[in-house]
T-cell receptor, first 116, second 114 residues
Framework: AQKITQTQPGMFVQEKEAVTLDCTYDTSDPSYGLFWYKQPSSGEMIFLIY??????QNATEGRYSLNFQKARKSANLVISASQLGDSAMYFCAMRSNRGSNYKLTFGKGTLLTVNP | KAGVTQTPRYLIKTRGQQVTLSCSPISGHRSVSWYQQTPGQGLQFLFE???????NKGNFPGRFSGRQFSNSRSEMNVSTLELGDSALYLC?????????????FGSGTRLTVV
């Protein structure tokens, strides 16, 4: 079974500063994918970044980067230069890349508040 | 390009009734998945459809069902509604079942059962 743990229920950061949101995972699958999603109060889940378990380099997408430490089973999201619009819930998720079950398993989320 | 469209956005139903939610994926996307989001249980996988076939099902009672049409649009149905079915129901579409592709979510349907 897959499990995602996000230990920070809430985080605060000053505008323009960087912030790291923690995510650890557990799986017995050798091949898997890790995702981060942002959910503003409107409810829509916005895809931010993806990391495959066999990817050699850490994923980056603009101000988002994923600090992937496979041995420690962690996939932390780093947001650089925070903006007020970054205030939202952030979810870490994973999916097995083996077999036929493509469901996403989500963590409980971290509520990020960016202060001016 | 249009995103994933879910209708209706909000719904209020009475216990015991049934409800049908609709999801129109991004044009060309053939995989549609459904998730339930509640404050207590978080985000939980309901089912996935690909080319009109249910490929995977989550751990939900038989009251929850779905289908996918030939144009990839999907519907989910909940019969005999219970108070605990109150949730945000999210639909996600993907271009294919290829592992490299991410999922694009809609804005969800917020269902309230009274």
């Amino acid at each position: 079974a897959q499990k995602i743990t996000q230990t920070q229920p809430g985080m605060f950061v000053q505008e323009k500063e960087a912030v790291t949101l923690d995510c650890t995972y557990d799986t017995s699958d050798p091949s898997y994918g890790l995702f981060w999603y942002k959910q503003p109060s409107s409810g829509e889940m916005i895809f931010l970044i993806y990391q495959g378990s066999y990817d050699q380099q850490n994923a980056t997408e603009g101000r988002y980067s994923l600090n992937f430490q496979k041995a420690r089973k962690s996939a932390n999201l780093v947001i650089s230069a925070s903006q007020l619009g970054d205030s939202a819930m952030y979810f870490c998720a994973m999916r097995s890349n083996r077999g036929s079950n493509y469901k996403l398993t989500f963590g409980k989320g971290t509520l990020l508040t960016v202060n001016p | 390009k249009a995103g994933v469209t879910q209708t209706p956005r909000y719904l209020i139903k009475t216990r015991g009734q049934q409800v049908t939610l609709s999801c129109s994926p991004i044009s060309g996307h053939r995989s549609v998945s459904w998730y339930q989001q509640t404050p207590g249980q978080g985000l939980q996988f309901l089912f996935e459809y690909f080319s009109e076939t249910q490929r995977n099902k989550g751990n939900f009672p038989g009251r929850f069902s779905g289908r996918q049409f030939s144009n990839s649009r999907s519907e989910m149905n909940v019969s005999t509604l219970e108070l605990g079915d109150s949730a945000l129901y999210l639909c996600a579409s993907s271009l294919s079942r290829d592992r490299a592709y991410g999922y694009t979510f809609g804005s969800g349907t917020r269902l309230t059962v009274v």
